[in-house]
C-alpha cells in the first residue's frame, strides 16, 4: 500500500521536477510532500538523481515499453507490487514532453530505488556495531552527527553508514544533534518504535517505568512511529513531544521545563512539591535520593539551577526546610532536624 501510494506521486515528483505542473499540481505535491518524513526523503531524492542523469537535448528519443518491462520485471522481484500493464513491444517513439518526466521516473527507479533496498541487506552483515554506555557520554557518529548518552543507556551504531540511511540502536536515553542529509536518513531502533529524521536536535527516552518513548523536539521535524506498523506515525515539530505506549501515539505541547535538564543541567522549579523535585535530581545526576516523610514530600519549592553539583542544590534545599542529610549505602535520604 505504500509504495503504490509513492508510485502514484514519483511521475507528479518528476513532472514539478519538469516545470511542467500547474498550480494545483504544485499545491497538492507540496502538501503532500508535508505529510511525513519518507515523503520529503523521495521528494529530495528524485531532485538527486535528477542531477546525476543530467538529462539533456540529446535524449530525443528512448525505447519507453522497453524501461516499462524492465521495471516490471525489477518490482515483481524485489517488491511483489502489481505488474504494470504492458502496451506494444520494441517500439522506438519520439520523446515528447509529455512523456519526458515519465521516462526520468522509469530511469530513477531502474538504478535507485529498489538497487538501494538491495545495497542496505549487503551492508547490515558486513558492519560491525559498537556499544558504548557511560554517564552523559558524548559520542561523534560516522557522519558527523553527535550524541549525548545519559547514564545507563546504551547506543549501537555502524562502523560506517549504508548508502541509502543512517540506522542506529538506542537503549535508554540521549540527546541527538543529527547533521542534515536528504539522502539518507537517519533512523534510531528504540524499543518497539522508529525516529526518523533527516537532520534536527531532539531528545529520545525509552528509560522510565511507564514502558513508553518519548521524543521531544529542539529544532526540526521528527517521525515517530511503531516498528511493526508504518502506518501508525506522527510527525513531531519543534517544542512538542511524541509519546507512544503500548495502546497509543500522540504528540503534545511539551510543558516540562526540566526534560533535557540532564543535559543542560539547568533546573528550574516553580511551586513543584519536594517529591517532583527529587524525581527531576535524580534523572538529571543520576543519583538516588530518597525522603520517607509525606508531609516533606508535598512541600513546594521555587528556584533556579545552572551548572550546580548535587550536594550545593541539596544544602540550599535543607536549608529552606530546615532538613538534613544522610548517606546510607550511596543513598541519599532527606530527613527533617530532630527526627
Known sequence: METNKKIEYWDLIAKYYSDECNQQEVNDLLEWKNENIDNQILFNQVKEDLEIINLNESMSKINVDSAWEKLRDRIQEEEQIVPIIEEEKNRIVAFPAILKYAAVIILLISIGFFSTKVYQNISDKMVEYVSLSDLSKD?????????????????????????????????????????????????????????????????????????????????????????????????????????????????????????????????????????????????????????????????????????????????VICLTFDLKIENVDNRIILIKHGS
Open 139 to 315: 559520542i561523534v557518529l560516522p557522519d558527523g552527527s553527535t550524541v549525548l548518552l545519559n547514564a545507563n543507556s546504551k547506543i549501537s551504531y555502524p562502523n560506517a553508514f549504508a548508502s541509502n540511511e543512517r540506522r542506529i540502536k538506542l537503549e535508554g536515553e540521549a540527546f541527538f544533534d543529527v547533521t542534515k542529509n536528504t539522502d539518507r536518513p537517519f533512523i534510531i531502533e528504540v524499543n518497539d518504535a522508529e525516529v526518523k529524521v533527516l537532520g534536527t536536535s531532539f531528545n529520545v527516552n525509552a528509560n522510565n517505568l511507564e514502558h513508553k518513548i518519548e521524543v521531544f523536539v529542539e529544532t526540526g521535524l521528527v517521525q515517530l512511529s511503531r516498528k511493526r506498523n508504518n502506518e501508525e506515525k506522527i510527525l513531531i515539530k519543534p517544542g512538542n513531544v511524541g509519546i507512544m505506549s503500548k495502546d497509543k501515539l500522540i504528540k503534545e505541547k511539551n510543558y516540562n521545563r526540566n526534560i533535557v535538564a540532564w543535559k543542560t543541567k539547568e533546573i528550574i522549579f516553580y511551586e513543584d512539591n519536594l517529591k517532583n523535585v527529587i524525581e527531576i535530581l535524580n534523572k538529571t545526576y543520576n543519583s538516588d535520593i530518597t525522603c520517607e516523610n509525606q508531609d516533606i514530600l508535598k512541600l513546594r519549592y521555587t528556584s533556579t539551577f545552572r551548572d550546580q553539583e548535587i550536594d550545593s542544590i541539596l544544602n
